[in-house]
Each structure stands twice: as C-alpha cells, then as structure tokens.
C-alpha cells in the first residue's frame, strides 16, 4: 500500500507557497496573510527558525512582485486624444488566434508616421482629411483613463504593447500577421481598460500585468480599412515565427482542400440555446468545425473555430481540451520514449549506461520543447515543460522527491521569471488543476488494482475491467482537476460546468486518435509537402472531433448541456473551500492506506481551517445584509457595461433588473461577462423580475443569458415590446422565458409593482390601454415606447428611470400630469443630445443626474448639451463612461429615505 502514501508537504515547499502568499498580499492583503497564518501556525512539527524564514520569504514574495508589476509610464502627447485617427508604425510581437476569423495582434515601439504610404496613395485624400478632422467632443475616461504623464516628443513611441484585432475581412487583404513584420495602419488609440464594476480587476489590470496599456481600432472607410499594410520582418524570431505559420498555413490550406460539408461549416445564423440564440457568426468557414479544431491543439489558432463551438466545448466542461497543455506535451514527450525504446532494440547494451527512465525522460524532452515551440509557447506548456524539466532533474540526480516537487519546482521558476504570474487567470486554473490531479493519484492507483485481472480471466472480464478501469481513471483525474479549479472559476465567473462525465467520452479518441494523426500528418506534411497520407491522417483526426461535437450538439439540444450559475465567493472563502479539498483528498488517501495516526490529526486542523475559512470568508457579507435589513435599505446600482444600461435595484427582501445591456458583437455577451458576474458576487442567482425598458440591443441583449441561467421571478416589458416581440431580442427574451417558466407581464401606464411596505415602481409610460392596438414603428418608434418607470416610498420619489424616450416622449411624459418628482433621474438614452428636454429636468428636480455609456464612444455620450444644462442647474452628472458603476443607497431615517453615494465617484 506504500504507493497510496501521499506524505505532508515538505519544508521547500512551504517555502514556495510563502513566496506566493507574499505575491498574493501585493494586491489582497488580507488573503497573503491568512496563507501566511496557515503556512506558520498549522504545521505542528515546523520549528520557530522555520516559522520566521516563512515569514522572511513572505516578505520577499511581496517586495519581489511590488517591484515587477508593471508601473503606468508615461506616453507622448501625439497618442493623449482618443477617438483621433492616427497613422502609426509598429512592430508585431505576438499574435493569437481568435474563434470567428479574428487574429489578435500585439504590437511593440508603435510609433507616429509622417508620410502616407505609396501603397495607400489612392486613399492619400482620405486619409489626410481623417487625420486632420477634430475629434468632436472627445471625453476623458476619468478615472478609467490612462494614468500615465504626457510629454511632448512627436517621435517618440508608445510605451509597452498595443492590442488591435484583426476580423476576416482584413486578414483576405493583407494576410496573416507574423511576428517580426511592421504594421503600418490608420487607427485610433484608446487606454486599455473594461468595464469599471466594482470588486473586479477588470481588463485593465489584465492587460496591464501584459504591459499593453492601448487597444487600437482601424479606421474604416465603406466596409474596408482605410489603411493597413505589413512589411517583412527581419531576424531570427521573425523566421523563426514565419517557419511555424508557413506549417500551420499548409495543415488549414490541405484541410480546406479536403473540406467535408457539415452543418457547422458553412456560414449562416447560428442558434444556441443557452445563449439566447439569434446570434449571427459573420465568419464564413470552409471545413468541418472537427478539422477546425486540429489547428488549435497543434498550433494554438482558434480562428478556424466558430464561436458556437467554443460555447458549446464551455458548457460541456470540455473547453481545456481545445488548450495546448501538458496533455499534448506529454504525447508530444512519447515519440521520443517510442525513438529510446526502439534504439534499445539495437544497442542492447543502453541501459548499461542509464537506467532506462532515464534515458526516457532525456529523449521527451527535445520533442516537448519542439512542441513548445510549435504552439508559440502558452503559460499552459510552459509550465508543463518546467514540471517535465524538474522531473528529469530529479532522475538524473536520483535525488528523493515528493509527488508535488515538480509542480512547486515549475511554479518557483515561473515565479522568478515572471513574478506577476501569480493573478494570471490562465496560471491559477493550471497548476491548480495538475494539484488536483497529484492529489487524487493514490485513489486512482488503488482504484486501479482493485480492477485488475486476477488469475486466468477470459478475455471478455479482462476487456470490461479495462474499459472500466482507464474509464473510471480519467473520470476520478477530471473531476478532481474540476473540483481543484471550482472556487477560482466560481470566484471569477461565477458560472460552471457540472458535466464532467463527457472527458470519459472525449478525451480517450482525443489523446489516442486525433492528437497523434494531426501530429504525425503534420510532421509528413511538413517534410514531404501535401500527399494523401497526410490527408487521410487529418481525416482520421478530424472524425472522433466532428462525432463529439455531433453528441454536444445533440445534448444541447435537449437542453442536457447545464451550464449552472453560482454565488461567487469571497476570496478568502475560496481560499477556505481549496484547503478544505486538499484535506479531504489527503485523508482519503491515509484512510485507504490506513495510515491515519498523527498525520491524520494534522489534516484535521487543515479540514477544520478551511471550514471556519469558508464561513468567515461570507461573514462581512451576511453582516451587510443584516444591517441593511435594519436600515431597510435601498440600492441602486447603474452597471457599467460599456455602451447600453443595466439598473440593479436591490431593497428589502429582494432585487430586480431593469435592462441588461448589450453589445452587437457575436464574440461579447455583456449579460454573461459583465452582468452575471456583478449579481452574483456573494449573492445566489435570483431576482424577483427582469424589466425590459424596449427591446433594443443595447438594453435587451444582455437579458438573454440572465433569463437563461437565472431564477427570475417574472419578466416585465411594456405593450410595445411584448407586440413587436416575432423577431430579434424581444423573441430570444420570449423564447428563453417560455422554456424557464418564468411568467410574463405586461405592463403599461397606470400599473404598479409593489417592492415592499410602502415601496413601489410606477409604470408612468407608455400610454397605452389594454386591448388597444399598438402603434407600428413609424408611428411609435422603440425609443419612445420604452417603459418609463418611478421607484416611490409613500410619496417620496426616489428614481426616475426613463429608458430611451427621445425629445418629444419626455414633452409627451411632462405633459401627461404625473407626479415626476425624484432625486436621481438616469437621464434617457444615454444622455443623447436627441433627448434633452428641459421641461423634464423642471418636472424631475432631481439632486443627482446619472448617464450609463461607454468610454470615449463616438456618440458622444453624455451630449455636450446635456452635460452643459446640468452644470447650469447645479445638478451633479454622474457616467458611467468615465465612472465605472455607480451605487447609491438610501437609509431610512424618521421616516424617509436619506440618499447617499455608495462608491465615491
């Protein structure tokens, strides 16, 4: 039973993971130093000498990754305007494939250029009249804006990368960017940023941890860049980069080539349940999505892959599978273990010289590193690599090791390479996952035994004990690598797959079928040049990925593919579940081995400190929720989803949505990355309504994976909505409701929505009685049918919230005679200069004005007008665009509600 052993951490390991709790304390203190508290006070045996060099190392983690991270510099004057077209130059440093057609491009020392290009000569005219038109109304981002000092220097680079996307349309004019060539193009610059929720790091601080502090967009002219070239690089890097994507440019060109026609290969409307559906991917794809997904194990490139695909491989907890990770390294290491073993048929005499582990771990590791080149070098295989490095290490010393002494070797290597690493998203979910994996093995190898053969068995017991035992051992690997990443994807997302019985079905044809014949079809290719082994090799590989997608397809379908919506929990909360699950594995392995004893005690406390650690970690919230009950509070929160609204208003004994914003882009759903995660930070998946304000894109398309994914209570939308409801948004929302069982209301003026004793909404728009007939949309458009609606307390009024009305709704709402009254007006649609309306800003007498827009946006959003009428009045105008999310909460006091700002804009 000796291999079920799983012995207690060692002291150098302790010592990494307090290097690590002092880089986790650079950014949540609280978090570095209760790891610290378990590092020092749990182990029982650990001597005070040992006790205080953790806590010197704990010092060092954090000065070490104070100095690293990345401090905003300051940028040029040229690049301090953002919606200003630009002709710039610059280098390319990476590039990525994106599902959907789309390669992401990194570009270092972007720098002005003086003179138009010879090759846009035909554009000259254009171009310099963008160059020199004023940008109208240009906005500062606030506190969401670029931080760094200007200088003046109309020479001198930007600092750090720029990100800028390139969609299929370019990529058919200028070809694939490789890295090493210069970029010149006409765009606009913008400061890297997302969306400004609170308790969320955000894009900003994941790009920042990059170094990219811009995004870039091309400026376009009639569905076409107006300038955009590549030139060719020079150096060892650039030849390097152009070798890979001449290999990976043959494998898509031969599988085009060899196109099969299937449902999912061709272009068209996409439909997805749990998305909403309705949702067109513009990308036009010319082979299989199975042989799309060859390019992204062997290379990295998912821009063969549709969208659909990725959401379907997400929700069916498969999406690591479509990742370069240790896996494909680890079959990329078996062809030099095949090369050794064949070797060894010849010179008998090999393992005379090194035992043949040895020889084996030596001869994967140039085929590893190929493969680390070939997929341009992710976190995902560099860790794997390291891990495989330090195992050789430790072979080829014979030096004792512990399970995890390669994964803590790999991690302390990364982190002196790239301190920063450590609140990576991708770096968390790894070594999480390979923990999770190590720490299940002692249950896996006595699950083995146990269904061994004993004796003389037939043939049949010995292929059902087979199946049985390789089944149940990548089912027990997956679910423990699921369960080790739950709390930092719960924590982050908020979302999680609970199928991961579907890695027994996908991954033994993906590891043994479409790995090894897209491998080794390649290696022909590459070295002979297109033949039909090739061809039959990719066909071969493709096959078992177009069947599971054909079975994902078929579950979701019958709606078998849950994708469950959870409470995010706290960090510390998470810290607690994660030391829990490594206790409970840990004392499964000792009890199995029946070596409990004083070990076991010690994983006691371990269990015991992850319990109260998950408690405590909800405790400030349960607190606040107490509070709040006794102060009878109410919250509003204005989300930032960039251009569209979202209003969250919470109040005693419930909450509910009021739109849910929306982006036109196929490849974001502001509902699923920015909505979802906001409601459910400490908070389970529920609310009592959904209101629809209209049905425009903006406001409504993020509602579809909230009425998908949440409990919701009713959804709420005004005649016009519920009558124009055949197509679009209104039928995703209709379609969702009607399959969740969520009932459906329609209200107009005159309706009330109790919220509580003496709380109520009141449906002050739009005008029209039932069983009349509602106007077409020339008569009345969506904008001006949007629900106007007013939160009261006995007569108080507290919000106004208007949706889009334009000009002459907002005269049509003032003139109706209805108390309008309220102390926040969110000003409608946006604040767009087609809504102002000065009579409503006397009849509302508000004390704060709230607009909900996205940074720097061409609408110019808050108008200009709008922001100056404010100012006059006195009024306080608050945007999203320049101050994330606003909250506001009132208190009740003798009384009457008593407002005040929640977060400090």
């Not at 953002?82 to 992401?104: N, S, Y």
Request: hydrophobic content about 50%; overall charge positive; glycine content about 8%.
């Amino acid at each position: 039973m000796r291999a079920l052993d799983l012995p207690p951490l060692l002291f150098r390991q302790y010592v990494v993971l307090a290097l690590v709790a002092g880089a986790c304390a650079a950014r949540a203190p609280w978090l570095g130093l209760t790891i610290l508290a378990m590092l020092v006070f749990l182990p029982g045996a650990l001597r005070l000498a040992g006790r205080v060099m953790l806590g010197a190392v704990f010092m060092a983690g954090l000065l070490i990754v104070q100095s690293a991270l990345p401090e905003v510099p300051d940028k040029p004057s040229w690049a301090s305007v953002p919606r200003q077209p630009l002709l710039v130059e610059g280098q390319i440093d990476a590039t990525a494939g994106l599902p959907g057609g789309r390669v992401r491009v990194l570009l270092r020392d972007v720098r002005q250029v003086s003179e138009i290009p010879e090759s846009a000569a035909g554009d000259a005219d254009r171009i310099r009249a963008r160059l020199l038109a004023p940008v109208r109304g240009a906005l500062s981002g606030g506190v969401k804006d670029y931080a760094g000092s200007l200088f003046h220097d109309d020479k001198a680079p930007l600092p750090g990368l720029v990100s800028l996307t390139l969609d299929a349309r370019v990529l058919e004019s200028t070809g694939r960017p490789v890295p090493g060539q210069k970029l010149t193009a006409l765009l606009r610059l913008y400061p890297s940023g997302g969306s400004g929720n609170a308790h969320e790091n955000g894009a900003g601080a994941y790009w920042a941890t990059r170094e990219v502090w811009h995004n870039a967009r091309l400026v376009w002219h009639e569905r076409r860049p107006l300038l955009i070239t590549l030139e060719e690089g020079t150096g060892w890097r650039f030849h390097a980069a152009a070798l890979r994507e001449r290999w990976r440019n043959s494998l898509v060109e031969t599988l085009a080539e060899d196109r099969e026609t299937d449902a999912r290969g061709s272009s068209g409307p996409t439909l997805s349940r749990a998305s909403g559906g309705y949702a067109r991917e513009p990308e036009a794809l010319s082979f299989s999505q199975g042989r799309a997904m060859l390019p992204a194990i062997l290379f990295g490139d998912r821009s063969a892959l549709s969208t659909h695909t990725v959401d379907v491989f997400t929700r069916a907890g498969l999406i690591h599978s479509l990742a370069l990770s240790g896996q494909h390294l680890a079959l990329a290491a078996m062809a030099g273990v095949a090369a050794i073993l064949i070797l060894s048929r010849i010179r008998r005499d090999l393992y005379l010289i090194r035992p043949r582990r040895v020889f084996m771990a030596w001869a994967g590791l140039p085929f590893a590193f190929f493969y680390l080149f070939l997929g341009d070098a992710p976190f995902s295989l560099v860790r794997a690599a390291l891990m495989m490095t330090a195992g050789v290490f430790y072979l080829t010393r014979r030096r004792p090791s512990a399970p995890l002494d390669a994964l803590f070797a790999a991690a302390f290597l990364l982190f002196l390479v790239w301190p920063a690493a450590v609140f990576d998203l991708s770096v968390q979910l790894s070594v999480l996952a390979v923990a999770g994996i190590l720490l299940v093995m002692p249950l896996v190898r006595m699950f083995r035994q146990g269904l061994r053969p004993a004796g003389k068995a037939s043939y049949l017991r010995r292929l059902l004990l087979f199946l049985l035992r390789e089944g149940g051992t990548m089912l027990m690997i997956s679910c423990a690598a699921q369960f080790a990443v739950l709390p930092v994807l719960a924590s982050v997302f908020g979302a999680v797959s609970p199928c991961f019985w579907l890695n027994v079905i996908w991954l033994p044809p993906l590891t043994f079928i479409t790995l090894p014949c897209a491998a080794l079809g390649l290696f022909l290719l590459a070295l002979f040049g297109p033949q039909a082994i090739s061809v039959l090799l990719f066909s071969l590989a493709a096959w078992p990925a177009d069947l599971m997608l054909a079975i994902l397809e078929m579950l979701d379908t019958a709606g078998a593919l849950p994708f469950i919506q959870c409470f995010r929990p706290s960090l510390l909360s998470s810290l607690g579940y994660g030391t829990a699950f490594v206790a409970v594995m840990t004392m499964s392995g000792l009890w199995l081995a029946k070596k409990w004893g004083k070990v076991g005690r010690s994983v006691r406390r371990w269990l015991c400190c992850g319990l109260i650690l998950m408690l405590a970690g909800q405790l400030p919230h349960w607190l606040d929720d107490v509070q709040a009950a006794f102060d009878r509070r109410v919250t509003l929160s204005l989300i930032d989803v960039g251009h569209g609204q979202a209003v969250l208003l919470e109040y005693p004994g419930g909450r509910l949505l009021v739109d849910g914003g929306g982006s036109p882009s196929a490849y974001f759903d502001s509902g699923r990355s920015i909505v979802a995660p906001f409601l459910t930070r400490q908070r389970f998946p529920t609310l009592d309504a959904v209101i629809v304000s209209h049905t425009d894109s903006d406001h409504a398309r993020g509602l579809r994976w909230i009425t998908e994914h949440f409990e919701v209570g009713a959804l709420c939308w005004s005649p016009v909505s519920a009558d124009r409801a055949d197509e679009g948004e209104g039928l995703a929302l209709r379609d969702a409701a009607r399959r969740n069982g969520i009932t459906e209301r329609i209200v107009r003026r005159g309706d009330v929505l109790t919220l509580g004793d003496d709380l109520k909404l009141e449906v002050l728009a739009p005008d029209i009685l039932e069983g009349d007939v509602v106007p077409d949309e020339k008569t009345l458009s969506s904008n001006n049918g949007s629900l106007v609606l007013r939160l009261v307390h006995k007569e108080q009024g507290l919000v106004l919230l208007c949706g889009d009305i334009l000009s002459a709704g907002a005269r049509k709402l003032v003139e109706s005679g209805q108390a309008l009254s309220a102390e926040v007006l969110i000003l409608p649609h946006h604040g767009a200069a087609s809504s102002f309306q000065p009579l409503l800003y006397d009849a509302v007498q508000p004390n704060v004005a709230l607009a909900s827009a996205a940074s720097y946006n061409h609408y110019d959003f808050p108008s200009r007008k709008v922001r100056e009428e404010m100012e006059r009045r006195g009024i306080p105008l608050f945007s999203t665009s320049t101050h994330g999310t606003i909250s506001l909460r009132w208190t009740l006091k003798d009384g009457r509600y008593r407002m005040q700002l929640e977060n400090d804009p």
